[in-house]
């Protein structure tokens, strides 16, 4: 089994910061993307920030240049740090990881339990 746990969300003022973390664990032999979505009330989820095992991102237009993902492939790993924080990123954030279980088996994406970002005043 594979399980995917963050932290980090909360609540913070426009302007600030937040950090998310995300550990998956379980049977893993290898995890090829890993990542965040968010999902805001009445809204559909969408893909906020994806970066592969060697590292190579992709950011959704709104979190270019206050978004930063990042990994650590030998703890499998993934982090996001957010600044600039603004009412809009208010959302849901989960967080994702396409893992193959073993070396002749398909990769499948796993879902955190997601994270609650609130940004207010």
């Known amino acids: 089994q594979v399980q995917l746990v963050e932290s980090g969300g909360g609540l913070v003022q426009p302007g600030g910061s937040l950090r998310l973390s995300c550990a998956a664990s379980?049977?893993?032999?290898?995890?090829?993307?890993m990542g965040w979505y968010r999902q805001a009330p009445g809204k559909e989820r969408e893909l906020v920030a994806g970066?592969?095992?060697?590292?190579?991102?992709n950011y959704a237009d709104s979190a270019k240049g206050r978004f930063t993902i990042s990994r650590d492939n030998a703890k499998n790993t993934v982090s996001l740090q957010m600044n600039s924080l603004r009412p809009e990123d208010t959302a849901v954030y989960y967080c994702?990881?396409?893992?193959?279980?073993?070396?002749?088996?398909?990769?499948?994406?796993?879902w955190g339990q997601g994270t609650q970002v609130t940004v207010s005043s």
């Open positions: 994702y990881a396409m893992i193959k279980v073993a070396l002749h088996t398909a990769s499948y994406n796993y």
């Open positions: 379980g049977r893993i032999f290898r995890i090829n993307a």
């Open positions: 970066i592969l095992s060697g590292g190579s991102t």
